[in-house]
């Protein structure tokens, strides 16, 4: 029985020392044949599979994986103030070729970060500009025109709503997100000059980007208010407003990614789509060709940096005629015809 109870206990100090030590999120180190550059990238608020921006930027990562053969198993999930800084310069004091913040709160941390690491290349997703301030040599500033895809799928809404009341729920509320408000209100606007758009934020901090429960909460109540659809760009704060959509049996649009999931079939109108993970990939294989350079990039409709789902999920919710004056929209905002607000 001693020699047993011996045996037992050798067996859980084995499986113990095997469990990580600690509850603080860790990289992800699983191993991949790499051929092609190294990636290091630190996750935005919500973090992996919050089926929008991060997942977004995830499958871009996954591509370079694919196609360039690049290592991306240096991936940190999301911390809070300073943790973001130390992630970053964690990651920069490794053999990395490439470093990612993926969102706007990363501006400054990478600031600082490439100070201190100036043969480092890194890129920020959403990258903040300042007023007079240069974006450093080795950071790639990329941004997205997110104004125009809201001015489609609000264009879409207005023409489909059957109240002429419509709804949107931003995340936290700041700059970025008023560039979704902006296009979204005046591309239903232009669509229905009677329509009336009810605005809402979740809060003011980055909690506002994952927090379902209160995006159900805005959403129910814009619902009740007669909105008979409801624009989010609230990151995993639509998970709420999809449930209320459903709930309600009303129409929801979803943000960044294409939304749609079996279990919100039919609630999903359509997606406005940011092609973060084709961003990614660039910045990737430009490491990869030796072209890579910092500054500002800027991606809109004509370099499709954003865009709107239409395919075999929701074209049912869409009608071919309506189909065909989206895009008829579309090709004015390319063409510089229509100049999409930003605030």
Not at 88 to 114: C, E, P, S, Y
Not at 326 to 338: C, Q, V
Request: with cysteine; charged share 25%.
């Amino acid at each position: 029985m001693k020699r047993a109870a011996r045996w037992m206990g050798w067996v859980m100090f084995g499986a113990l020392a095997l469990l990580p030590l600690g509850c603080a999120k860790k990289q992800d180190s699983k191993p991949v044949a790499s051929t092609g550059p190294r990636v290091g990238l630190v996750f935005d608020v919500g973090g992996r599979g919050d089926q929008s921006f991060n997942d977004s930027a995830w499958r871009g990562l996954q591509k370079a994986q694919a196609q360039l053969g690049a290592d991306i198993a240096n991936v940190v999930e999301p911390g809070e103030g300073s943790d973001r800084e130390s992630a970053l310069r964690g990651l920069a004091a490794k053999d990395l070729d490439l470093i990612f913040g993926v969102g706007f709160i990363f501006t400054d941390d990478i600031d600082r970060v490439a100070g201190d690491f100036p043969g480092k290349h890194f890129a920020c997703i959403d990258y903040a500009l300042k007023d007079g301030a240069a974006v450093p040599p080795n950071v790639l500033a990329l941004k997205f025109k997110e104004e125009e895809g809201s001015f489609l799928v609000g264009a879409l809404a207005a023409w489909l709503s059957k109240t002429h009341r419509l709804g949107f729920v931003g995340g936290m509320d700041i700059a970025l997100i008023h560039k979704f408000a902006a296009g979204f209100q005046a591309g239903a606007k232009y669509a229905d000059p009677n329509v009336n758009v009810i605005v809402k934020y979740a809060g003011v901090t980055g909690d506002a980007f994952k927090n379902p429960t209160k995006g159900k909460e805005l959403a129910l109540g814009m619902y009740s208010e007669g909105a008979d659809i409801i624009f989010h760009a609230s990151g995993a704060t639509g998970q709420g407003v999809f449930e209320a959509a459903k709930d309600q049996k009303k129409l929801a649009i979803g943000v960044d990614s294409d939304q749609w999931r079996p279990e919100y079939d039919g609630v999903v109108l359509t997606s406005m789509i940011k092609n973060v993970d084709e961003s990614v990939f660039q910045a990737v294989k430009a490491v990869k060709a030796g072209a890579w350079k910092g500054g500002v990039q800027e991606l809109g409709l004509k370099e499709n940096g954003v865009g709107y789902v239409y395919d075999a999920h929701n074209h049912r919710l869409i009608p071919a005629e309506i189909h065909d004056r989206l895009e008829a929209l579309k090709a004015r905002i390319i063409s510089g015809e229509i100049k999409v607000p930003k605030e």
